[in-house]
């Protein structure tokens, strides 16, 4: 073999290398988005269940606003569906792997999240349009509807 034919044969070598490189920092990137999707959609669920209970409790109704978050949760599922299917089927052994709790004698231990900077309650969040006290990761007001 002449030199010219091992350097050719290294630079196709070396640029099939920097392609499956390039190729897994993308999956790993849809990856991260999928999670964060999975995250905004559990704590959107959560809210649209918090919104519910409270006005169920209060004897009072707020169908637009509930309508918004079912709104917000269709989009971000469809965003979800959108990451998962240009993931190919990889996607749905990560999603599974995340909704599964770790095994028993797995040496994996699942801790309490703590809140280590708690806010006095004189920083509560409020709507901007009524001056309601809402949560901080509240994306709607539970009074008057309000996008904050």
């Known amino acids: 073999m002449d030199f010219n034919k091992i350097k050719e044969m290294g630079l196709e070598y070396a640029e099939k290398g920097r392609n499956a490189a390039m190729d897994l920092a993308e999956r790993g990137r849809t990856q991260a988005k999928i999670v964060s999707e999975q995250t905004k959609l559990a704590r959107a669920q959560r809210q649209l269940g ?3 209970y409270s006005l169920a409790k209060g004897n009072e109704e707020n ?3 509930v309508d ?6 269709g989009s971000i599922e469809a965003n979800l569906n959108a990451l998962k299917e240009s993931l190919g089927p990889a996607a749905e052994v990560i999603t599974h792997d995340l909704d599964e709790e770790p095994a028993e004698g797995s040496g994996i231990t699942v801790e309490p999240t703590v809140e280590k900077d708690k806010k006095p309650d004189t920083d509560k969040k409020t709507c ?3 001056g309601a006290p809402v ?3 509240a994306l709607f007001c539970n009074k008057c509807g309000a996008q904050l």
């Open 50 to 52: 918090a919104l519910v």
């Open 128 to 130: 901007p349009q009524c």
């Open 68 to 73: 918004k978050y079912i709104e917000m949760i």
């Open 135 to 137: 949560s901080e990761d």
């Open 63 to 65: 169908q637009p606003l």
